[in-house]
Structure formats: structure tokens, C-alpha cells
């Protein structure tokens, strides 16, 4: 119910009026006549009623609408009617409504530790459209009322917007309650605004899982805290293969599961990149791989091997080197995986053999842990299984002399700095027998390439060393180490005019003067003028070998002095 008031100015000089209250399309609600100031008759009234407080007597043309529908919205125009028709006064009618239904939406990331913003949006019902009455919002959290201030703000005055500057775990799933109100006139939206996640992903086992070959293995399952629902994957890091799947089942497991596996759970939420991340390692345990990339260089009265090692199985593996006698294996030296000494690199070992009679034998090397015993791995020499331990010309096996020969240093250098070279570039393949009976001369065959991007040419082995440069490479080595000071056979110059290098030079520091591009320090560089001793002890006879050290007798006290500047020496013993 509702009152339409409106005043007409009666005029008693005015010998007939008609006074109409009509709405903006034309339809009349309400029509009195006057003349001379009085009124004519009955009012004319339409879908509507005289107000209690009307007097058409006195002009105040109330009416009222009971009850008021839809339709009666509007504008409604009071107009005279004398001689022609004059609008006197206009008068709206609104009909407030229900806001629409809210609609809620975000910005920003809804994580914990984020900001997240949240817009309501309703529309007025209210007829006609064109009122000036304001929205206003207001926000709960599971029922409580929300206050601006902490982590909570709006914006203006309508709070159409609110603000969470910090998301906590516990704001997860509460449900948040929108309410647009007009005038009154009230709608609501209430939804459970979840945390997307993921949380935390984490799987059921422990981070480690150890486990002998051909056991079984429980499923692991990984879970993470995610709504809406994650993207579960798996992927073996080990050969970087993937499975969309929360659960990893292993069943009864081989060598060639054992590896870091890692789950990965991220948001469905389109748009939102979020994950975390899980890891287990799996611990198989078995007997090691055997090793590979055997190598073997042999001189008077030394041999040197290398080999990388291969999967450890699990646990500390360690190698054992064998030598045959009338086929007969006899151990020579044993080297664990961790013996730093014996090491070129994390991967590569290496060891020197000595003290072993002159002729050609076989040489193996087993890898072994405490699971079992790999392979034998048999080292080839110029592509025969028959190294050649050659006689030392120097006696140095009866002294075990560690100093080594120029043409050995030589050698061996060539051979790491031509492997480390052309390593990368190098496929090594096992040589497939043709015929079972026949023996092969080769056991593994290289293949050649080239690396450019992600693809691999397949080259020949001379057009590799060219395009390395590995000729040249090989050149200054040799020019390198020739360079270094030199010594004489101390037990046999009579025998032989081969030239050993100094003690205090081993591999090591050979190969590392080689890549620094640099020599040996050269002590007469030294510019600064003066004297001073240069040898104040000489002990007789003079050797670093330990079981000759140990059988000295005499101590020479040599007071030696070097001037710089003319190059006079004197020595006081």
C-alpha cells in the first residue's frame, strides 16, 4: 500500500476545470471536476482509492494504491484541463525489489601466506531503474561479522570489496557470506572459499626405503591437501620417465628400480601455477655392476689401469684386481670405492702395478660389495687379452721405485688427455658374436659422434681427431713434459740411456701442469741478489725410497752458497 499525493491549484474564478492524475502512459487513476472553485460531481477513481488524509475539497488529490503491483511503478503527472491541457506537478512511484543473488568472485592467490580479494556484485530490482538508492554490502565468516581492520579492509564506503591480507591455514574451507542490501530490501551469497592447495604433499613411507633384489616393495601412495583435487605425478629421476598416478606400485623389484623418485602435486585451478613436492629414494640392493671403459698401459717394470666404476648396488663397493699365472687367479691389490688416493675423478680409478713377473698375463678386475660378486671385467692391451709386463731395466722392482720413466709419463698423460678429450664423444658397444664358437679379437666396438643441440652425427674416428685437434694436443704434451728435468738410471746407467723423471713429479701434477698450460717453477728466475745456502744437508747415500732410506749411514753438513749476482758457489762441507 501506498499513497500518490498531489495538489491542485483551485481557482474559484475559473468557471470549469478538470483536474486528472494519470499515470506516464496515459492511463487516468483519478479525475475530479470543478467549477467556479467547487466540486462538480463525484470524483472518477480507477484501480485505486481516496487516502484518508485526501481533501478534494481543498485540492489534496491523494490516492491510494492497495495493493501496489507490478505495473504501478512509474511516473504520474497531475494535469489541469481548461482550455488546454497543463502539466502541473510530476510524481515517481518506485517499487523497491530484492537485490540479485551475489556473485562472488576473487583476485589474487588463494594460498596460505597470500592476499586474496573478494568482489560481491548484486544488481537493484528496484522500478524504475533510474532511483538514486545505493547498494550496500556487508561480509561474515561462518556467521561471525566481519570489522574492517587486521586482516581484513574494504574498500569506500558500500564494502563491495573485501580484502584478506594473509591467508592462514585455518581460513581453510570457512565459508564466507556475502549480503547486498537496497533500502531495506536484502540478498545473499554465501560460499566455502577453500584454500586450492596444495598444502603439503607426502607420501606413506619413509624418505629412504632399502630393499634386497627381487623383493617386494608396499605401494607408495602420495597424498597432498588440495581443493579443489590435485594433479598427482610421479617421476623417476633416474630416467626422467613420468606417471600421472598417486600411487606407486613396485611389486617385486629389480636392480633397474632402484633410484630417487619424486612426487610432484599440483593445483587444477586453471591459470594458477602451485605445486609442491615430495621425494622418496629407493635402496635396492644387489651386487655391483661391472665396472667399464677399461684401460691398460704397460712399461719396463710398470703397468698402469684404469677403469670407471659402475652401479655400486646399493652399498660401498670395492675392486679386485687379479693377475693370471698358468690359469691361476691371484689377487694383486684390492681398491675401495672410497679410497681417494686411488681416484681420478668420482668416477674413474686407477692403480699402478708393480713387482710382477716379466712375460704376458691376464689382468681382471672384479667389483664386489656385500650383496655378491660382479663380472670379471678382463683388460685388453692393442686389442689382446695378454698384457706384457715388460723386465724393468732400472731394478726399480727389487726397490720398489715409484719415480717414472719419461717414456712412460709420456705415454700415459697422451692416453688421459686424449680419453678426457674425445670421452664425450665417444658410444663404447659390445661386439655381437656372429658364430658362438669363434672368438673375437674385439669384445667392444666405439662409435663416433658428434654433439650439436639435442642431435648426435655419427663420424669416423679420423675426421674426430682432426676436427679435436687431437695431433697437436698429443704434440704439446710430449714437447710439455720433455721440458721437465730429467734423471739417470741410479742403478744400471750402464745398462741402459732411458731417462727417468724426478721424484717429487707425479701423474697428478704432470697433468695438472699440463691443463694450466704452465711448467715447472724455474728457481734461477729468482732476480733478488745476494747469497744464501742452498744445501745445508746431504745425506749419503741419497734417496727417498724407504728401504734404501733407512739403511743411510753418513750425514755431509754441505754449507753451500750461491751468489745471484756473478753466479760464484761455494760449498764448505
Same mark, same amino acid.
Given at each position: 500500500?501506498?499513497?500518490?499525493?498531489?495538489?491542485?491549484?483551485?481557482?474559484?474564478?475559473?468557471?470549469?476545470?478538470?483536474?486528472?492524475?494519470?499515470?506516464?502512459?496515459?492511463?487516468?487513476?483519478?479525475?475530479?471536476?470543478?467549477?467556479?472553485?467547487?466540486?462538480?460531481?463525484?470524483?472518477?477513481?480507477?484501480?485505486?482509492?481516496?487516502?484518508?488524509?485526501?481533501?478534494?475539497?481543498?485540492?489534496?488529490?491523494?490516492?491510494?494504491?492497495?495493493?501496489?503491483?507490478?505495473?504501478?511503478?512509474?511516473?504520474?503527472?497531475?494535469?489541469?484541463?481548461?482550455?488546454?491541457?497543463?502539466?502541473?506537478?510530476?510524481?515517481?512511484?518506485? !517499487?523497491?525489489? =530484492?537485490?540479485? +543473488? &551475489?556473485?562472488?568472485?576473487? *583476485?589474487?592467490?588463494?594460498?596460505?601466506?597470500?592476499? %586474496? /580479494?573478494?568482489?560481491?556484485?548484486?544488481?537493484?530490482?528496484?522500478?524504475?531503474?533510474?532511483?538514486?538508492?545505493?547498494?550496500?554490502?556487508?561480509?561474515? !565468516?561462518?556467521? =561471525?561479522?566481519? +570489522? &574492517?581492520?587486521?586482516?581484513? *579492509?574494504?574498500?569506500?564506503?558500500?564494502?563491495?570489496? %573485501? /580484502?584478506?591480507?594473509?591467508?592462514?591455514?585455518?581460513?581453510?574451507?570457512?565459508?564466507?557470506?556475502?549480503?547486498?542490501?537496497?533500502?531495506?530490501?536484502?540478498?545473499?551469497?554465501?560460499?566455502?572459499? &577453500?584454500?586450492?592447495?596444495?598444502?603439503?604433499?607426502?607420501?606413506?613411507?619413509?624418505?629412504?626405503?632399502?630393499?634386497?633384489?627381487?623383493?617386494?616393495?608396499?605401494?607408495?601412495?602420495?597424498?597432498?591437501?588440495?581443493?579443489?583435487?590435485?594433479?598427482?605425478?610421479?617421476?623417476?629421476?633416474?630416467?626422467?620417465?613420468?606417471?600421472?598416478?598417486?600411487?606407486?606400485?613396485?611389486?617385486?623389484?629389480?636392480?633397474?628400480?632402484?633410484?630417487?623418485?619424486?612426487?610432484?602435486?599440483?593445483?587444477?585451478?586453471?591459470?594458477?601455477?602451485?605445486?609442491?613436492?615430495?621425494?622418496?629414494?629407493?635402496?635396492?640392493?644387489?651386487?655391483?655392476?661391472?665396472?667399464?671403459?677399461?684401460?691398460?698401459?704397460?712399461?719396463?717394470?710398470?703397468?698402469?689401469?684404469?677403469?670407471?666404476?659402475?652401479?655400486?648396488?646399493?652399498?660401498?663397493?670395492?675392486?679386485?684386481?687379479?693377475?693370471?699365472?698358468?690359469?691361476?687367479?691371484?689377487?694383486?691389490?684390492?681398491?675401495?670405492?672410497?679410497?681417494?688416493?686411488?681416484?681420478?675423478?668420482?668416477?674413474?680409478?686407477?692403480?699402478?702395478?708393480?713387482?710382477?713377473?716379466?712375460?704376458?698375463?691376464?689382468?681382471?678386475?672384479?667389483?664386489?660389495?656385500?650383496?655378491?660378486?660382479?663380472?670379471?671385467?678382463?683388460?685388453?692391451?692393442?686389442?689382446?687379452?695378454?698384457?706384457?709386463?715388460?723386465?724393468?731395466?732400472?731394478?726399480?722392482?727389487?726397490?720398489?721405485?715409484?719415480?717414472?720413466?719419461?717414456?712412460?709419463?709420456?705415454?700415459?698423460?697422451?692416453?688421459?688427455?686424449?680419453?678426457?678429450?674425445?670421452?664425450?664423444?665417444?658410444?663404447?658397444?659390445?661386439?655381437?658374436?656372429?658364430?658362438?664358437?669363434?672368438?673375437?679379437?674385439?669384445?667392444?666396438?666405439?662409435?663416433?659422434?658428434?654433439?650439436?643441440?639435442?642431435?648426435?652425427?655419427?663420424?669416423?674416428?679420423?675426421?674426430?681427431?682432426?676436427?679435436?685437434?687431437?695431433?697437436?694436443?698429443?704434440?704439446?704434451?710430449?714437447?710439455?713434459?720433455?721440458?721437465?728435468?730429467?734423471?739417470?738410471?741410479?742403478?744400471?746407467?750402464?745398462?741402459?740411456?732411458?731417462?727417468?723423471?724426478?721424484?717429487?713429479?707425479?701423474?697428478?701434477?704432470?697433468?695438472?701442469?699440463?691443463?694450466?698450460?704452465?711448467?715447472?717453477?724455474?728457481?734461477?728466475?729468482?732476480?733478488?741478489?745476494?747469497?744464501?745456502?742452498?744445501?745445508?744437508?746431504?745425506?749419503?747415500?741419497?734417496?727417498?725410497?724407504?728401504?734404501?732410506?733407512?739403511?743411510?749411514?753418513?750425514?755431509?753438513?754441505?754449507?753451500?752458497?750461491?751468489?745471484?749476482?756473478?753466479?760464484?758457489?761455494?760449498?764448505?762441507?
Amino acid at each position: 500500500m501506498t499513497n500518490l499525493k498531489s495538489r491542485a491549484p483551485i481557482n474559484p474564478e475559473i468557471e470549469f476545470a478538470t483536474y486528472r492524475v494519470a499515470r506516464y502512459d496515459g492511463i487516468t487513476r483519478m479525475a475530479v471536476n470543478y467549477q467556479n472553485g467547487k466540486v462538480l460531481g463525484e470524483p472518477t477513481l480507477r484501480n485505486c482509492s481516496l487516502a484518508a488524509s485526501a481533501n478534494i475539497s481543498n485540492g489534496l488529490l491523494y490516492i491510494e494504491l492497495n495493493p501496489v503491483v507490478e505495473g504501478d511503478q512509474g511516473t504520474y503527472k497531475l494535469t489541469e484541463l481548461i482550455e488546454t491541457i497543463i502539466v502541473i506537478e510530476c510524481v515517481t512511484l518506485y !517499487i523497491i525489489g =530484492t537485490p540479485t +543473488q &551475489p556473485i562472488l568472485s576473487a *583476485s589474487g592467490s588463494s594460498f596460505v601466506n597470500s592476499i %586474496l /580479494t573478494l568482489t560481491c556484485t548484486s544488481s537493484s530490482t528496484t522500478q524504475p531503474s533510474n532511483h538514486s538508492l545505493t547498494m550496500q554490502y556487508a561480509w561474515t !565468516i561462518d556467521r =561471525t561479522a566481519i +570489522q &574492517p581492520g587486521g586482516r581484513f *579492509s574494504f574498500d569506500a564506503i558500500s564494502r563491495k570489496t %573485501l /580484502t584478506i591480507s594473509e591467508l592462514l591455514n585455518e581460513d581453510n574451507g570457512e565459508t564466507v557470506n556475502c549480503i547486498a542490501t537496497e533500502n531495506g530490501g536484502k540478498s545473499s551469497m554465501q560460499t566455502s572459499y &577453500p584454500l586450492n592447495g596444495p598444502t603439503a604433499a607426502s607420501v606413506n613411507v619413509s624418505d629412504v626405503i632399502t630393499v634386497n633384489e627381487h623383493e617386494d616393495v608396499v605401494t607408495v601412495r602420495c597424498d597432498a591437501d588440495c581443493r579443489p583435487p590435485c594433479v598427482l605425478q610421479w617421476t623417476n629421476l633416474t630416467d626422467e620417465s613420468t606417471r600421472l598416478m598417486n600411487e606407486l606400485a613396485f611389486g617385486r623389484v629389480n636392480r633397474y628400480h632402484a633410484g630417487t623418485y619424486e612426487c610432484t602435486a599440483k593445483t587444477s585451478v586453471i591459470g594458477v601455477i602451485k605445486m609442491s613436492i615430495s621425494r622418496i629414494q629407493l635402496i635396492v640392493l644387489t651386487k655391483p655392476w661391472p665396472p667399464s671403459n677399461l684401460h691398460i698401459i704397460s712399461t719396463p717394470g710398470l703397468v698402469h689401469a684404469e677403469w670407471t666404476k659402475g652401479f655400486n648396488g646399493g652399498s660401498l663397493q670395492s675392486f679386485l684386481l687379479q693377475i693370471s699365472y698358468d690359469d691361476t687367479w691371484k689377487n694383486l691389490t684390492q681398491v675401495n670405492e672410497n679410497d681417494r688416493k686411488n681416484m681420478l675423478n668420482e668416477t674413474v680409478y686407477q692403480v699402478n702395478i708393480t713387482n710382477v713377473e716379466p712375460g704376458k698375463h691376464s689382468v681382471r678386475v672384479i667389483a664386489f660389495n656385500k650383496v655378491g660378486y660382479a663380472d670379471p671385467v678382463l683388460f685388453t692391451e692393442n686389442d689382446s687379452e695378454q698384457i706384457n709386463f715388460q723386465e724393468s731395466t732400472s731394478g726399480a722392482n727389487s726397490l720398489k721405485i715409484t719415480v717414472m720413466s719419461l717414456s712412460f709419463a709420456v705415454a700415459f698423460i697422451i692416453h688421459v688427455i686424449a680419453r678426457d678429450t674425445i670421452g664425450p664423444h665417444v658410444e663404447n658397444k659390445e661386439q655381437e658374436k656372429i658364430c658362438k664358437d669363434r672368438k673375437l679379437k674385439r669384445t667392444v666396438s666405439n662409435s663416433y659422434y658428434f654433439t650439436i643441440g639435442k642431435r648426435r652425427l655419427r663420424a669416423c674416428k679420423n675426421y674426430l681427431w682432426n676436427t679435436l685437434d687431437i695431433v697437436k694436443k698429443q704434440a704439446f704434451v710430449r714437447e710439455h713434459i720433455e721440458s721437465f728435468p730429467t734423471v739417470d738410471s741410479h742403478l744400471t746407467r750402464k745398462d741402459t740411456n732411458r731417462k727417468y723423471l724426478t721424484q717429487d713429479l707425479s701423474i697428478r701434477k704432470i697433468t695438472m701442469l699440463i691443463k694450466r698450460g704452465r711448467k715447472l717453477p724455474d728457481k734461477k728466475q729468482d732476480k733478488k741478489i745476494g747469497k744464501k745456502p742452498t744445501q745445508p744437508v746431504l745425506t749419503t747415500p741419497c734417496s727417498l725410497i724407504g728401504e734404501l732410506y733407512y739403511k743411510q749411514k753418513l750425514c755431509c753438513y754441505n754449507l753451500s752458497f750461491y751468489d745471484l749476482e756473478n753466479g760464484d758457489g761455494s760449498c764448505y762441507l
